[in-house]
């Protein structure tokens, strides 16, 4: 039996992520692209080609003398604090997805995979399906042309994408003729994003995620029909993270920032990886603790 479910889970969790891999693929191709009709700007121009080259060629050349000279450490921390902000909402979204996406199969390999923790894998399967809901957010920034090419292939209908600003919306119908919605707000300076799902015009779910100094805090509580409320709840720091899952009487207060990499263990229902070790509090008040030991693949 335990075997059984877990193969449902990983098929569940692969079908999930082709999706997105998808999504990704599109968005990629979406910008590559030369906006001048595929023509490079120097196409025909072998002198100036060749001249850049040089000039390219001896700044890199300058560039790996002058770290010769700068000490190993001082390298690292000028790679690690080089890149900025995203330039989209939608490589923020992207980059927050890859880092949740990390920390989450980590956690649920080691339950599976660990004697007697392998139900409480089941878990993130609803972490799973407010990602899925959330898949246009990977189109926030990229313009209505790409987005409803990328989304199309999902097979989405009656796409409406509009931006303005900061502020992004997404509307469509599912195969049921059920009216989605996903409203968007990106905060650039903070790295944070918030938003808003409707089904057939009624709020369903709200996610929000912020860049923190150690690496993202996240949490989305979805909306049941009789009114009842899940929160779910994520911190993440490279490999190691913790997540929670709570039945709430009412939505959880905003995010602000100032979350600490333990914040999603007061949820009823968390689980947590430090290292090898795995701990967690599971929902039938089982408390784990372990070592995680990955597959040799995954090393």
Not at 83 to 95: E, H, I, K, L, N
Not at 133 to 151: D, R
Not at 241 to 266: C, M
Request: with cysteine; glycine share 10%; net charge negative.
């Amino acid at each position: 039996m335990f075997a059984t479910k877990k193969r449902n889970l990983k098929h569940f969790l692969f079908q999930l992520t082709a999706m997105v891999l998808i999504m990704l693929l599109l968005v990629s191709c979406g910008g590559s692209n030369p906006a001048n009709g595929n023509k490079p700007e120097n196409e025909g121009k072998p002198d100036v080609t060749a001249k850049q080259d040089d000039r390219q060629n001896a700044n890199q050349e300058e560039q790996q003398n002058n770290q010769q000279d700068v000490p190993p450490k001082q390298q690292q921390d000028k790679v690690s604090n080089g890149s900025g902000p995203p330039s989209t909402a939608a490589d923020s979204y992207v980059a927050y997805m890859e880092a949740k996406g990390d920390l989450v199969a980590i956690l649920t390999d080691a339950l599976a995979n660990n004697p007697g923790t392998e139900l409480y894998s089941m878990s993130f399967l609803g972490f799973a399906m407010v990602d899925l809901a959330l898949i246009p957010a990977s189109c926030f920034g990229l313009g209505q042309e790409a987005a409803i090419t990328a989304l199309g292939f999902l097979g989405l209908d009656d796409i409406e994408y509009s931006e303005s600003g900061n502020q992004y919306s997404v509307k469509y119908r599912n195969d049921k003729g059920e009216q989605y919605e996903l409203h968007g707000e990106y905060n650039k300076a903070a790295d944070a994003l918030t938003c808003i799902s409707k089904l057939n015009g009624k709020e369903s779910l709200v996610s929000e995620y912020r860049k923190t100094s150690f690496g993202y805090v996240g949490q989305t509580y979805t909306i049941g029909e009789d009114g009842s409320i899940y929160v779910y709840q994520m911190a993440v720091s490279g490999k190691d993270g913790a997540v929670g899952i709570s039945k709430a009487a009412a939505a959880p207060p905003a995010l602000t920032g100032s979350e600490t990499i333990d914040f999603p263990r007061q949820c009823q229902e968390w689980y947590a990886i430090t290292g090898a070790e795995v701990t967690g509090l599971a929902s039938d008040g089982e408390e784990i603790s372990f070592i995680y030991t990955p597959p040799a693949d995954s090393e």
